[in-house]
């Protein structure tokens, strides 16, 4: 997948009738629908100055500013959620405010990650990084926060050779694509699916596929179990 450029991520004129039915039915049936973004990364990517004032700054967290970010109440966010994503090895890209994260978004660099209690995301490409838990203090938001934290992942992540972000969002969820859109987003597919006691059905549009995004049920998957058993081995050994 290398060189994903917008026009071949989409999906062909020929097919988007059917997916757009496929689409429609899904809702009819009643299964949940997320949108599948991606986001192109830059070197060049601008860092947005106006907006970086003397007192505000943007860096990848370690773990003492984690632990710190997980006792502020208003950023929803846990110590055991933070040392779950630590022990994966995502990274979080933050902006601070005199040393006080106000905005953050996580990136995962290996798959599968939890996507819920039930659910997890797949992504096959090696040049792609999972984007999620996205969120910015209350009391600072409509600022393009998250469009400067954008623009500083975006250098850091094609420094280490990732290309771009992946990610989903629910369909009805119109602020959430906004604020994507605004940042470089765009809409590559979406997912139906419907999860129960009695089983896991899904269904991923083509440009789902071609970008190898996938949702799938946590107890039945395999990847999941070996790398779960990776980490737990690598703590036991003090690795």
């Known amino acids: 997948m290398a060189g994903l450029s917008k026009p071949s991520a989409r999906c062909p004129w020929w097919k988007r009738p059917l997916d757009r039915v496929l689409a429609a039915l899904a809702h009819r049936a009643g299964f949940h629908i997320v949108r599948i973004l991606a986001h192109e990364h830059s070197e060049e990517a601008a860092t947005d100055t106006d907006r970086l004032r003397a007192n505000l700054t943007c860096r990848v967290l370690d773990e003492t500013s984690l632990q710190r970010l997980a006792q502020d109440p208003d950023m929803d966010t846990s110590r055991e959620w933070v040392e779950d994503a630590l ?9 601070l405010i005199d040393d006080r994260t106000i905005a953050y978004d996580w990136r995962a660099l290996a798959s599968p990650t939890p996507m819920n209690d039930e659910l997890l995301v797949h992504f096959d490409d090696t040049e792609s990084c999972y984007g999620f838990k996205m969120f910015t203090h209350p009391h600072f938001r409509g600022h393009g926060l998250q469009q400067t934290n954008f623009a500083h992942s975006d250098n850091a992540l094609s420094a280490q050779g990732v290309r771009r972000t992946l990610g989903y969002i ?15 987003g765009y809409q590559v597919g979406w997912i139906a699916y419907w999860v129960s006691s009695f089983g896991f059905v899904r269904i991923r549009s083509w440009g789902a596929r071609s970008v190898g995004f996938d949702i799938r049920r946590r107890s039945k998957d395999r ?9 737990q081995t690598d703590e036991d050994t003090g690795s």
């Open 87 to 95: 022990r994966r090895g995502d990274c979080c890209f933050a902006v």
């Open 223 to 231: 990847a999941f179990a070996k790398r779960q058993n990776t980490l």
């Open 170 to 184: 629910e369909f009805t969820n119109r602020g959430s694509l906004k604020v994507a859109q605004a940042s470089g």
